[in-house]
């Protein structure tokens, strides 16, 4: 795969990183939210000792994570109702996925009701540099044609309660992923023909080219009682 | 899975060492991004052959994607 594992800008590369600059404890419970094939359970399990738990809507994706990370805990759903107790993760980790949960806020909020206090809260996902640009983008549920403002996402994660937080630009990554995509598909439209019908490609193709979009990194802590 | 390659015969070969190229995985770094590319090279100093496909046509797509919005 272009980015060494998951189809995400970084790739698990990325996720080392933030990992590096967290330093869950040994055997801190971790929540994967739409951990697809399980390529972050796996590391997380394997390199830093931890015990992940991965929640995804689609059981085929579920089945290859079992598969990439048999020690992992897996569990159907989605994230604006995720099927764990209040206080169940010292972290919630969100890659690429937040902006197609459907509704961030409330997404948010459950990613806060789980976590443990001083528990932490990580996401990277696309945003849109400007918010009055509309890319013409088909009707498809992608991270880029739901890609939201900064501004959104700092509002959502304030609502949910989480005071602290520290941002991270990452834009470069996403430049990156789409360089190698046109070096290992030939164009950026012959690689989203493999997903959907070539005229949804090619506006996809123009709008990802056009539009200003850029990747982020947010870690949160979820602060103490009282603290 | 990727559907693209610069692979292909070429009857070029390395004025050095006088070795026929050979496909050979490379990364390539451009407006400080590095990517994976696999291009024909002399197997013996590793001089690479960069084709006039990639250097005009490919690489100014990503130069594209690459500039900063």
Redesign the interface.
């Given at each position: 795969?272009v980015t060494g594992g998951p189809l995400r800008p970084g790739g698990v590369a990325l996720t080392a990183e933030i990992m590096d600059i967290c330093r869950p404890g040994r055997g801190s419970a971790v929540l994967d939210v739409g951990c697809g094939p399980g390529h972050t359970l796996a590391l997380l399990a394997s390199k830093y000792k931890l015990r992940p738990t991965g929640l995804d809507p689609s059981a085929s994706m579920l089945a290859r994570a079992a598969t990439r990370a048999p020690g992992a805990r897996l569990l159907q759903g989605r994230a604006t109702a995720i099927p764990c107790g209040q206080l169940s993760f010292e972290m919630v980790i969100a890659e690429c996925v937040l902006s197609l949960t459907g509704d961030i806020e409330m997404s948010l909020g459950e990613m806060y009701t789980v976590l443990r206090p001083g528990g932490v809260l990580v996401v990277t996902d696309i945003y849109k540099?400007r918010s009055e640009i509309s890319a013409d983008l088909p009707d498809i549920n992608s991270c880029i044609s739901h890609a939201r403002p900064l501004t959104d996402i700092e509002k959502g994660v304030a609502a949910a309660g989480f005071k602290e937080y520290r941002l991270f630009d990452r834009s470069?990554l996403l430049?990156?992923l789409?360089?190698?995509i046109?070096?290992?598909?030939?164009?950026?439209e012959?690689f989203w023909q493999?997903f959907m019908a070539e005229e949804a490609a090619r506006r996809t193709c123009c709008a990802v080219?056009a539009a200003?979009l850029g990747y982020y990194v947010l870690i949160a802590e979820k602060g103490a009682p009282y603290g | 899975?990727?559907?693209?390659s610069f692979i292909e015969a070429t009857s070029w070969q390395c004025a050095g060492c006088k070795e026929p190229l050979q496909p050979t995985k490379v990364n390539?770094s451009?407006l400080?991004?590095?990517?994976?590319?696999e291009l024909m090279a002399c197997p013996q100093c590793g001089v690479i052959l960069v084709p006039e496909k990639l250097a005009v046509g490919?690489m100014l797509?990503?130069e594209?994607?690459?500039e900063d919005?």
């Open positions: 795969m540099k470069e430049r990156q789409a360089g190698q046109i070096f290992d598909y030939g164009s950026l012959k493999l080219t200003p | 899975m990727k559907t693209f390539v451009y400080n991004s590095v990517f994976n590319v490919k797509e990503v594209q994607l690459l919005k």
